[in-house]
């Protein structure tokens, strides 16, 4: 690989763990409707994320014709660890960020 290639796979892995997560995200909401609380939303979250991966993952490998290699999948197992952190803990943040200005810009008025 050239060093001028770094920068443009580092952001396809970027924009890849963004759409992963985003995905689980929305997976995980509608699935939380569905067990009604009696799975842990981590582990929930961890689940759809692995599997929404390895899923793209082997989908991608399939349409470009790429033969696929152990240490490619280890390399997808490891993005999935990623994207559930990502979900797990981005969205949290997220939303309690949103709650804060939400209550800041209630005390203003």
């Given at each position: ?38 799975v ?26 790429v ?5 490619m ?34 005390r203003?008025?």
């Open positions: 690989m050239e060093l001028q290639n770094i920068p443009a796979v580092l952001s396809a892995i970027l924009l890849a763990v963004l759409i992963l997560m985003v995905i689980t995200n929305i997976i995980v909401e509608v699935a939380k409707q569905f067990t009604m609380g009696k842990p939303t981590n582990l929930l979250a961890f689940i759809v994320a692995m599997a929404v991966t390895l899923l793209v993952f082997f989908a991608v490998c399939q349409i470009k014709g033969p696929i290699v152990w240490y999948v280890a390399a997808a197992v490891a993005l999935g660890f990623f994207v559930a952190f990502a979900a797990m803990f981005g969205f949290d943040k997220f939303r309690q960020m949103l709650e804060q200005i939400t209550r800041l810009e209630d203003k008025e």
